[in-house]
């Protein structure tokens, strides 16, 4: 069975489910999953119920599609993602964005949590991202290209949309919150940095590094979307300041940030 194949049964088995026309995506990633509370929800998917559809392994990483209406609009989330650090392939990582675009997903929002390397940045801070770099060792469009999905050497000029960039600061400056901006590394994981490893990723041009986010967003532009994306600074990657990091801190961070990040997406939700 092809790609194209999996993508069309698992899109058959959703809208079984739900009735949408050109719904919001949204991914909701590390401790941003309250954010699903906000949603007015009308169907929910477990993704264990969803044909080909990969399965979660990381604790506070829950899986389900959530259906529903927020600021008005049709959104369509995803809580929980699959990271290439669980083992998955990067086909897999990217297989719910290719099936959110079979259900007419033209708008992606993308969350995330990650290290500040930007000395100026705290943690709690919102980052809007604005570019990327791509260190994972491998590519989602690696391999036979599908020309029904996109082309074989999409272009990544504009990664995140200057469109959504700009609603996104006018939404965070209408809530009244400060937001940062800037350059996500994407990394493999699943440890952290080292010291030189931080100092690394500031030398090259990088604000943030985390450990998804790109492939998602390399996928959605081969797609032809439009990829707005807000990361959770939830620790600090800074010389000097280097502490010790766990996965419970990263998720207690994001989690008190999660009303200021729910704020401006909701906000931003209205103005599009
Ligand atoms: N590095 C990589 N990924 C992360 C970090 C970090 O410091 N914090 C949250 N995700």
Redesign the pocket.
């Known amino acids: 069975m092809t790609l194209s194949d999996r993508i069309q049964q698992t899109r058959d088995f959703i809208l079984g489910k739900i009735d949408c026309e050109n719904p919001i995506g949204v991914i909701l990633g590390?401790g941003l999953g309250g954010f699903a509370e906000e949603i007015k929800i009308q169907a929910e998917i477990s993704y264990s119920d969803i044909p080909h559809f990969p399965q979660s392994t990381v604790e506070g990483h829950d899986g389900k599609l959530i259906f529903g209406s927020l600021s008005g609009k049709q959104v369509l989330a995803l809580k929980g993602r699959f990271h290439y650090y669980e083992g998955y392939d990067m086909k897999d990582v990217v297989y719910p964005i290719r099936v959110m675009h079979s259900l007419g997903v033209k708008n992606l929002i993308l969350s995330?949590?990650?290290?500040?390397?930007n000395p100026s940045f705290k943690v709690g801070d919102i980052m809007l991202i604005n570019d990327h770099i791509n260190l994972f060792p491998s590519n989602p469009l690696i391999g036979p290209n599908d020309d029904s999905l996109g082309p074989r050497f999409p272009d990544m000029s504009e990664p995140y949309s200057k469109l959504f960039i700009q609603k996104m600061k006018a939404a965070a400056e209408s809530e009244s919150i400060l937001l940062r901006e800037g350059v996500y590394a994407g990394?493999s994981?699943p440890?952290?940095?080292t010291p030189a490893e931080?100092k690394y990723l500031r030398i090259i041009g990088a604000d943030?590094?985390?450990?998804?986010t790109v492939p998602e967003t390399i996928a959605a532009k081969h797609l032809g979307m439009n990829v707005a994306a807000l990361s959770?600074?939830?620790?600090?990657?800074i010389e000097g300041i280097v502490e010790q990091?766990s996965h419970e801190e990263?998720q207690k961070a994001?989690n008190e940030a999660e009303p200021k990040m729910s704020a401006i997406v909701k906000s931003f939700l209205s103005s599009i």
Do not use: K
């Open positions: 590390t995330n949590a990650s290290g500040g390397v990394v994981g440890c952290f940095e931080y943030a590094v985390g450990m998804s959770v600074i939830t620790d600090l990657g990091v990263v994001a």
